[in-house]
């Protein structure tokens, strides 16, 4: 069984909080603002080599460029 | 000078003062100094107490919203929990298999011991498995693990504790767990489990490899395709952060409540040590140069 979004390169979490943004997008107004609060995320991480902090990145741009990065290898 | 040297004790030991004063005049100054010194600290230390007795109501209103996240993040924890207990996973065993630990710790301090707790934990664990790798979410734990494991540290996490941590958090930080390089054979995720408002315990709960899932005994009575798998396992692991995450904060802000009690408590004890040093002080300064004038009126009536 394939999934076009696993072909596609993204992690079943990926998939599921597409599907959710678009699911909350869809509410009524009152009930949007509410509900689209349950899916913000801000953090921030960084990669550690041998006792090093690297360099602070947005968690959500890094997803993004991931999911790009997958979807641009699966392609070629 | 008999009286006013009787009069003196309280004024010293308010004072602090070894060095007894030569002269009269130079003892009233040391008193008018010390009495606005203490009148000084009053305020200061009335002043504390009001931003801890702030804190804490803040986090009391937090505390609520947070034990209502943890409720309903406990579900998706167990729930997914349940197929992995019903098919009997354990975790794999043996040479070459990576673990992975996961603190769950927040950004903000101020709360108690609840952060280094977890430290201890993971680095009780580090000593048994030294080549496992360590994520930490929340700069306090990665400030304290940082420090002495810093070479098992493969990610960190920051953000974390600002509000009450959301599924969309969890997913993310899932998938970036999931894109490390080293294939994992067990994650252990270590939060503070809530116990009641004022105990906590940081306990582990563990989120399974594929290949752990796939060995499990009654794996084969959910039919679960090998395809499928994969997704099941980063769910699985998204689900377990989201519970810990919501646990840990809910953990924190009782904490952090507690924490703020005891310094208003402890401000209210130290207001009133100060009130009484204060009024004794004063009253021994008035008596002084009530001394003073009494003996000064005696000595002209004399002369």
């Not at chain 2, 007894?20 to 203490?38: S, V």
């Not at chain 2, 947070?66 to 579900?75: G, V």
């Not at chain 2, 692991?237 to 904060?249: C, D, K, M, V």
């Amino acid at each position: 069984m394939a999934f076009a979004w696993k072909a596609a390169g993204l992690t079943y979490n990926r998939y599921v909080s597409v599907a959710s943004r678009v699911v909350r997008r869809s509410l009524k107004e009152d009930k949007r603002i509410a509900a689209e609060r349950r899916g913000e995320s801000d953090l921030r991480f960084a990669k550690w080599e041998n006792g090093k902090q690297g360099e602070n990145k947005s968690l959500n741009t890094a997803n993004e460029a991931a999911v790009a990065d997958a979807a641009g290898h699966q392609s070629s | 000078m008999m009286l006013s040297r009787a009069a003196r004790p309280a004024l010293r030991a308010g004072a602090a003062a070894t060095t007894r004063p030569a002269t009269l005049n130079a003892t009233n100054a040391a008193t008018y100094a010390t009495l606005r010194e203490i009148e000084g600290r009053l305020k200061s230390i009335r002043n504390i107490e009001k931003i801890t007795k702030t804190m804490k109501i803040v986090a009391s209103t937090k505390l609520t919203r947070a034990q209502k996240a943890m409720n309903e993040s406990r579900s998706y924890g167990q729930t997914s929990n349940t197929v992995f207990e019903k098919a009997e996973t354990k975790p794999l065993e043996g040479e070459g298999k990576k673990t992975l630990i996961l603190v769950a710790s927040s950004d903000k301090g101020l709360c108690g011991g609840i952060h280094s707790g977890m430290s201890r934990l993971a680095r009780r664990i580090l000593e048994q498995k030294p080549d496992a790798d360590l994520v930490v979410l929340g700069e306090k734990s990665k400030a304290q693990l940082s420090r002495s494991n810093g070479k098992n540290m493969v990610l960190s996490f920051a953000g974390i504790g600002k509000d009450v941590p959301t599924f969309a958090d969890a997913a993310a930080i899932a998938d970036q767990i999931t894109l490390l390089p080293t294939d994992y054979s067990s994650i252990q995720i270590i939060y503070n489990k809530f116990i009641n408002n004022t105990s906590y315990e940081p306990v582990v709960i563990e989120a399974f490899s594929e290949e752990a899932i796939k060995e499990s005994a009654n794996f084969a009575a959910f039919e679960i395709d090998d395809e499928i798998l994969p997704s099941l396992r980063e769910y699985a692991l998204a689900n377990s952060l989201y519970w810990a995450l919501a646990e840990g904060h809910a953990c924190e802000q009782s904490a952090r409540r507690n924490a703020m009690d005891n310094a208003s408590k402890n401000a209210g004890d130290m207001i009133n040590k100060f009130q009484i040093l204060f009024n004794r002080t004063r009253q021994a300064v008035i008596t002084g140069e009530l001394v003073e004038i009494i003996t000064g009126a005696a000595a002209s009536e004399e002369g």
